[in-house]
């Protein structure tokens, strides 16, 4: 069986969508990305602008928060602290990573 | 079909009550949410507990669950007689069906078959994979092949899993962390609902020189006392190719030299950068004349690198 390649879509700030395509791609309704806008853990490409579009990286976001709602059962408080507890643990990681990275092999902790 | 159990999933006794048992799917899914979760094979474990919780919070589900009967987990089994009768409103087979499919059907005290549901479209499913590539083929871009088994609706409209195989090419600049979408590859729709989606989730294989940080590479220097004294020129390895690197004289342990543009290419335009980590390294044996030499040398520098040790030496035992 033949298969064909496929090209990817990259999930950049190069690639924008609207709120309509993030809700569909995302599985939150309109209302809830706008709730997690309101507490500006997904901040729009350009803050303000009506109707809002979102880089693709929002997806990401977006989706991490649709399975926290489902899988824990938050509500949008709970869920937006949750999302901003995240974010925070990802850019502390890559900090680490950068640091990590500058040391001698022998140097660094072990994963 | 192979028997899952879901109680021993969960840790809690067949008896449980419902608040028993969302707890214990709480205290799981906190340990192992793949959004949260650090564990080894996280995602995998919190598939089987979200699965068997979905069953086991619905008391319908539940009941039909409990009267398949006990078997041990992987067990191939099949449902005691006057089950599909009791259950089922579909003619199929249970050899290609799993359980978790079986009871995502089960809705008013019996199975349907999705399909005959007024023919509403269904979407098909995202997936979400990772996929380890080495950092030359971040480097140079790449083609993967994903082996995925997806559950996919049935000519009778029951759902089951299919082998499915993704060939992706991954871009050049896709580094650690980065994802991807492959728009329509995910699970298939059902009556004229879209396909899901796939999302790759790039993971970097370690590699024994360099160390990766988004787009930029560190990689060790070692020189010898005398290169770092002096300076030099030393031929560095790169992703793209070894480069001449021109050590200054007087380069001190720790220092970085840059070599722009050296490191990973960045996904629309643009190289992250190389970093080579100057260490100072020592022989391990030296020879007679090696070793006269170093005395020499010892005898005659008046450097002294422990100078400020002396300072605040001298202070303390001032004030003592």
């Known amino acids: 069986?033949?298969?064909?390649?496929?090209?990817?879509?990259?999930?950049?700030?190069?690639?924008?969508?609207?709120?309509?395509?993030?809700?569909?791609?995302s599985g939150l309704s309109e209302a809830e990305l706008h709730e997690l806008m309101d507490y500006g853990v997904l901040v729009p490409a350009e803050p303000g602008a009506a109707p809002p579009v979102f880089h693709a990286d929002c997806i990401v976001i977006a989706r991490t928060a649709c399975r926290l709602r489902s899988d824990f059962?938050?509500?949008?408080?709970?869920?937006?602290?949750?999302?901003?507890?995240?974010?925070?643990?990802?850019?502390l990681e890559a900090q680490l990573r950068e640091l990590e990275a500058q040391l001698p092999h022998g140097a660094r902790r072990k994963p | 079909m192979k028997y899952k159990d879901y109680y021993k999933i969960l840790g809690v006794e067949k008896n449980a009550g419902e608040a028993e048992i969302k707890k214990a799917?709480?205290?799981?899914?906190?340990?192992?949410?793949?959004?949260?979760?650090?564990?080894?094979?996280?995602?995998?474990?919190?598939?089987?507990?979200?699965?068997?919780?979905?069953?086991?919070?619905?008391?319908?589900?539940?009941?039909?669950?409990?009267?398949?009967?006990?078997?041990?987990?992987?067990?191939?089994?099949?449902?005691?007689?006057?089950?599909?009768?009791?259950?089922?409103d579909a003619n199929f087979s249970f050899e290609d069906i799993d359980l978790s499919d079986l009871f995502a059907g089960l809705r008013g005290g019996r199975v349907h078959a999705r399909g005959g549901q007024g023919k509403i479209p269904i979407p098909g499913e995202d997936y979400e994979v990772a996929v380890h590539i080495t950092?030359?083929?971040?480097?140079?871009?790449?083609?993967?092949?994903?082996?995925?088994?997806?559950?996919?609706?049935?000519?009778?409209?029951?759902?089951?899993?299919?082998?499915?195989?993704?060939?992706?090419?991954?871009p050049r600049g896709a580094t650690d962390g980065q994802r991807l979408r492959l728009a329509?590859?995910?699970?298939?729709?059902?009556?004229?609902?879209?396909?899901?989606d796939l999302y790759l989730n790039i993971v970097l294989h370690p590699h024994p020189l360099f160390r990766v940080s988004g787009h930029d590479l560190y990689l060790d220097l070692p020189l010898a006392p005398w290169e770092a004294v002096l300076g030099t020129g030393v031929d560095v390895p790169t992703p793209g190719g070894p480069v001449r690197l021109k050590v200054p004289p007087g380069t001190q342990a720790g220092q970085k030299l840059r070599l722009g543009k050296r490191g990973l290419p960045k996904p629309h335009a643009g190289e992250g950068d190389l970093y080579a980590v100057v260490q100072?390294?020592?022989?391990?044996?030296?020879?007679?004349?090696?070793?006269?030499?170093?005395?020499?040398?010892a005898e005659g520098s008046t450097f002294n690198p422990r100078g400020h040790f002396e300072q605040e030496i001298r202070n303390e035992s001032r004030t003592h």
């Open chain 2, 25 to 88: 799917y709480r205290k799981l899914a906190h340990k192992y949410h793949p959004d949260v979760s650090k564990e080894a094979n996280a995602e995998e474990k919190f598939k089987e507990v979200a699965e068997a919780y979905e069953t086991l919070k619905d008391k319908e589900k539940r009941a039909a669950y409990d009267q398949l009967g006990s078997y041990q987990p992987g067990q191939d089994f099949r449902p005691p007689p006057g089950w599909q009768q009791q259950y089922g």
């Open chain 1, 1 to 25: 069986m033949k298969v064909e390649l496929t090209e990817v879509l990259w999930l950049d700030e190069q690639q924008e969508l609207s709120l309509p395509e993030l809700a569909a791609l």
């Open chain 2, 135 to 170: 950092l030359e083929e971040a480097y140079r871009g790449t083609e993967v092949g994903l082996d995925l088994s997806m559950p996919e609706f049935g000519a009778n409209g029951l759902m089951r899993r299919v082998p499915h195989v993704v060939k992706a090419r991954i």
């Open chain 2, 280 to 297: 100072i390294v020592i022989p391990g044996m030296v020879s007679e004349r090696e070793r006269a030499l170093y005395r020499q040398l």
């Open chain 1, 73 to 91: 059962e938050l509500d949008a408080p709970g869920l937006a602290l949750a999302l901003t507890l995240l974010g925070r643990i990802h850019d």
């Open chain 2, 184 to 196: 329509g590859k995910g699970g298939k729709g059902f009556n004229g609902g879209r396909n899901g």
